[in-house]
């Protein structure tokens, strides 16, 4: 079933972000327009507009099953299409961030970006991720408030799986609309407002979850933060400089009963690093309890 969440997910890392995730219980999520692959928003942009569009098989399926309310589902549909793929909203476009996981714990393709230092992959108990991460450093009457949407997703590698978050979107949409027709289908007078606000927005979110199907073996999942315009705060957000400019970045705390385990990515010095991980978790028992420390069954030869 998509989008079911596994009982573990897993973040590959180095040695540096290892220790960094340990002793800050954090993760960092970048603003998808800034992800290494360039073109991957804009292929979540033209997979959506494609679903908006009348030859959808999700556009169809909502007009089959509220026949009497098609011209103002055609209507909204075209209005919402055309503004979401608009060279206009796509420069105001307050992209959401992201961070990665993957729900393979041990893949060669994750391994072979680190040769012959060694990464490792930090698993986590993936509905208590799900259920605790937030912005960092927001004080408890401060969560109450905050206006953040998160998500924790499996990235849709198909049209058809990227259908069924934009059908989710478009079910509420229509419940507005019979809502504003208050069950007269000729009515001619109606404003959608927050509930078309809302759609945009969540198709956005939507875009951040969508890939090419040329890396579907990642089999990836995401932590989508939706920050509200007005809430970058430096306690939680920065500008990480490379090679293509700043790039923006947010801090996303997490409960330390998250992680349930490290595996020694394969390399030079497997044993020692594995001691030094069993040597560390012992030494912050009060935070993490028993965690697992395993070694990589994947063999990587040097390049």
């Not at 109450?144 to 989710?168: C, M, N, P």
């Not at 385990?261 to 030079?268: R, W, Y």
Request: overall charge negative; some cysteine.
């Amino acid at each position: 079933m998509f989008n079911r969440l596994p009982e573990t997910l897993y973040h590959y890392t180095g040695i540096s972000g290892l220790r960094g995730i340990l002793d800050s219980s954090m993760l960092y999520a970048t603003n998808i327009a800034y992800l290494n692959d360039a073109q991957e928003m804009k292929h979540g942009i033209k997979e959506v507009s494609f679903l908006l569009s009348p030859a959808s098989p999700v556009v169809k399926d909502l007009i089959s099953e509220n026949p009497p309310f098609e011209k103002a589902i055609n209507e909204v549909l075209s209005r919402l299409r055309a503004e979401f793929v608009s060279e206009h909203h796509q420069s105001l476009l307050q992209a959401p961030y992201v961070s990665c996981l993957s729900a393979m714990g041990d893949q060669l393709s994750q391994w072979q970006g680190y040769a012959g230092q060694g990464g490792y992959a930090i698993h986590f108990d993936a509905r208590t991720l799900r259920n605790s991460v937030r912005l960092h450093g927001l004080e408890s009457d401060e969560i109450k408030l905050d206006r953040t949407r998160y998500a924790l997703s499996q990235i849709a590698y198909t049209s058809e799986d990227a259908g069924s978050y934009v059908a989710e979107l478009l079910d509420r949409l229509v419940i507005a609309i019979r809502d504003q027709f208050e069950g007269d289908p000729e009515r001619g007078d109606y404003d959608l407002g927050l509930s078309y606000e809302f759609a945009l927005i969540e198709l956005e979110e939507a875009v951040a979850k969508m890939k090419n199907s040329a890396f579907e073996g990642e089999h990836e999942y995401r932590i989508v933060a939706y920050v509200p315009e007005k809430a970058w705060d430096n306690r939680n957000s920065f500008h990480e400089p490379s090679s293509i400019g700043l790039i923006p970045r947010i801090k996303l705390d997490f409960e330390p009963s998250c992680i349930t385990g490290v595996t020694v990515g394969p390399g030079e010095n497997m044993g020692i690093r594995q001691n030094s991980l069993e040597h560390y978790f012992d030494m912050h028992w009060d935070k993490f309890g028993y965690t697992e420390v395993i070694p990589s069954d994947v063999s990587l030869r040097p390049l």
